[in-house]
């Protein structure tokens, strides 16, 4: 049986870290440039088209044992693509699924990065199909214990199902499974999952499309602490299905319709 001596790995790592490096640089060159239109238009699809074919490179690469490292790495560089907006108003979104790829292909127990999949790849990439799929080949990985309060992924699924999707069926039963694993925890937070969680998947076992539910989502999306872009649009769409966001000192509190 063939081994890689430490010598080996070594060597592999560091170029592993170059690859990453210079993927960096040249990334970020493409932000500063500002000569011509045509240039500039030029420059960036060439960029988006190099840094696609390295994070296809690094989903196929193997890891050597530092999987969680690269998830970290790829999303520090996820949050440099994702919050360049003006160059994002150029070129879109469409490298946030392969991003999240990498990440969560190398650490699905990574919570934190779920937000940002959801976010970016329903809302701003508008490829729920994408999101949603991620998310249900991660959570074969996650149990109601691990990643602590992973409940969260179940909810995130169930946002994009029923509002990007407009799969009611599937995001009720994204709700239920979000309710059953919060119920695990005693905490208030927790608590507040069940009790949202449930609320929702009731307003769909009823009314498949319930306004009630849609501005519940909505409401969850507000309160995922997500950028000033996507808390607007948040509010516009409640507002637009009949409810209120009523700022107070503990937070926001939601209105919702008179009639759903």
Request: proline share 3%; net charge neutral; aromatic share 14%.
């Amino acid at each position: 049986m063939f081994f890689l001596s430490r010598q080996s790995v070594n060597t592999f790592f560091i170029l592993f870290l170059c690859i990453f490096g210079v993927g960096l640089i040249q990334f970020s060159r493409l932000q500063k440039q500002n000569n011509s239109n045509e240039f500039v238009s030029f420059k960036i699809e060439r960029e988006i088209n190099s840094e696609s074919m390295r994070l296809r490179l690094l989903k196929k690469m193997p890891s050597f044992g530092y999987k969680n490292l690269i998830a970290d790495w790829v999303y520090l560089e996820f949050l440099q693509y994702f919050g360049d907006d003006e160059i994002r108003e150029t070129t879109g979104y469409s490298l946030s699924p392969e991003y999240f790829e990498v990440i969560l292909g190398n650490d699905p127990r990574f919570l934190t990065a779920y937000v940002g999949l959801s976010t970016s790849t329903s809302m701003y990439a508008a490829m729920p199909e994408k999101s949603v799929a991620l998310m249900e080949k991660s959570l074969k990985s996650l149990s109601p214990w691990t990643p602590e309060k992973s409940y969260y992924v179940w909810r995130y699924k169930g946002i994009d199902e029923l509002l990007f999707l407009g799969n009611s069926s599937a995001a009720r039963q994204s709700f239920e499974a979000a309710a059953n694993w919060a119920n695990n925890y005693s905490d208030e937070e927790s608590k507040q999952v069940v009790n949202i969680s449930q609320k929702t998947a009731e307003f769909l076992s009823q009314n498949p499309d319930s306004k009630h539910a849609q501005i519940a989502a909505w409401a969850m999306v507000l309160n995922n602490h997500v950028d000033e872009k996507t808390r607007k649009r948040a509010i516009g769409q409640i507002q637009t299905l009949g409810g209120e966001v009523i700022s107070t000192p503990q937070g926001n509190q939601i209105k919702f319709a008179n009639k759903d």
